[in-house]
């Protein structure tokens, strides 16, 4: 058997003249083989980029298996002689079925392991696991199934209308691109994706049902991995005001598609520095967004020009900022503090009304949506490029809301 791994080759003999270790870990191939003639002598050979002859050690003399972190795909073996400690890597499952392996060789209980002799071991470019895949034609897809050791996947112009489950599967993926298909929609459980740093969705289906499922953007794992989002082309009405859950993202792609307004949370994505949202039907940009400390905004064909009709200024007083209920002066509290908060903790209906809580100008947390006032703003004063239609003056109608009295009178 053969596992796809990354090792780590610590020499005991040099920890002990305190010589360190690199702490590099190098893609490998472990292989468990046994002596030609010699039943029940087994061998462990390690080839790597560096090695490509092999390293052979014999599972005789492995002294301990430190197997505690098998579940996430790791362990280590100690050989007495060389006095090497293996550090391995792999996917979790794969490395599992090379560690049964390799304890029925040490127990000798091999009677129905098909283990193959050393002399055919060896290593090909070919047996080396894909990192990446780039699917162009239905007939490239693998027959055995997609690679668990994928960290890029590309399926690209298939028309394809479902999202393929199984990608669900390659825990290792950073990098997804899927667009220039007719995906609808991504199931809830995509959100546990634990790596997925890059995803590509451009040119699908997601907003042509209008009720769109976006449940996959509150799992904790895509939330704190995710740095690109690429939703251009999709007939997207609407952006969700959870968008602000991905709280690593950097890069948020929106252009072409029928956007009306962007979510009033938008503010609170502190990492984002490239918005693009040329292309849509946008009358005004919600105040939080000056919040954010953008690099780069496109905001070039959208319908700024529009004066909205309804949109005169509400005629109220100062008074109205000072009564507030008690769940909007507690909310304002524990949003302003950051405090934590989860639905284990407190009520469902709580989490989601402090998840869609506005911003005022100064950034403040604002819980009561009912005041706002439109204003024009020099966006050029907040962001470093700004993408406009040439021929438009680069103001924008900005939807501000106020978190008191003061904030309202400025
Ligand atoms: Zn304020």
Redesign the pocket.
């Known amino acids: 058997m053969k596992l796809q791994c990354q090792v780590e080759i610590v020499n005991r003999l040099h920890s002990n003249l305190n010589i360190r270790s690199n702490g590099k870990y190098i893609k490998s191939t472990l292989a468990l083989g046994k002596e030609p003639k010699r039943e029940a002598d087994y061998f462990i050979i390690h080839f790597s980029s560096v090695n490509k002859t092999g390293t052979k050690y014999s599972v005789k003399r492995l002294k301990q298996v430190f197997s505690k972190c098998l579940n996430e795909g790791k362990t280590t073996l100690r050989f007495e002689e060389p006095p090497h400690d293996l550090c391995v890597k792999s996917e979790a499952i794969q490395l599992k079925c090379f560690m049964r392996l390799l304890k029925s060789c040490i127990t000798g209980d091999v009677k129905n392991l098909q283990i193959a002799p050393l002399t055919s071991l060896s290593v090909t470019q070919k047996d080396n696991a894909p990192t990446k895949l780039v699917i162009r034609d239905r007939s490239d897809f693998p027959i055995k199934g997609l690679p668990r050791t994928l960290e890029s996947l590309y399926i690209n112009g298939l028309k394809l209308c479902n999202f393929r489950r199984d990608i669900l599967l390659l825990k290792q993926l950073t990098i997804l691109d899927l667009s220039n298909n007719a995906i609808e929609k991504l199931p809830a459980e995509f959100g546990r994706m634990p790596n997925l740093c890059e995803l590509y969705l451009s040119n699908n289906q997601i907003g042509v049902r209008g009720d769109v499922d976006w449940r996959w953007l509150l799992g904790p794992q895509i939330t704190s991995v995710l740095k690109l989002l690429d939703l251009s082309g999709n007939k997207l009405g609407h952006l969700p005001q959870s968008i602000w859950k991905l709280q690593k993202l950097v890069t948020l792609k929106l252009d072409n598609n029928m956007l009306e307004k962007l979510p009033t949370t938008l503010g609170r994505l502190s990492t984002l520095r490239y918005l693009t949202i040329s292309q849509n039907e946008i009358t005004s940009l919600p105040c939080s967004i000056l919040q954010c400390r953008l690099e780069y905004i496109d905001l070039s064909e959208n319908k700024y020009d529009v004066k909205e009709t309804n949109m005169a200024p509400i005629q109220h007083t100062p008074w109205d900022f000072y009564i507030g209920s008690l769940v909007d002066i507690a909310s304002k509290v524990v949003l302003k503090q950051k405090f934590f908060y989860a639905p284990n903790i407190i009520p469902r209906t709580l989490v989601e009304f402090l998840d869609n809580a506005n911003m005022?100008?100064?950034g403040?947390p604002v819980v009561n949506n009912s005041y706002y006032m439109n204003k024009e703003f020099e966006l050029k004063d907040f962001f470093r490029v700004v993408v406009f239609n040439s021929n438009r003056k680069s103001t924008v109608t900005v939807q501000c809301y106020?978190?008191?009295p003061k904030?309202f009178n400025r």
């Open positions: 005022c100008i100064c403040a106020f978190c008191s904030c």
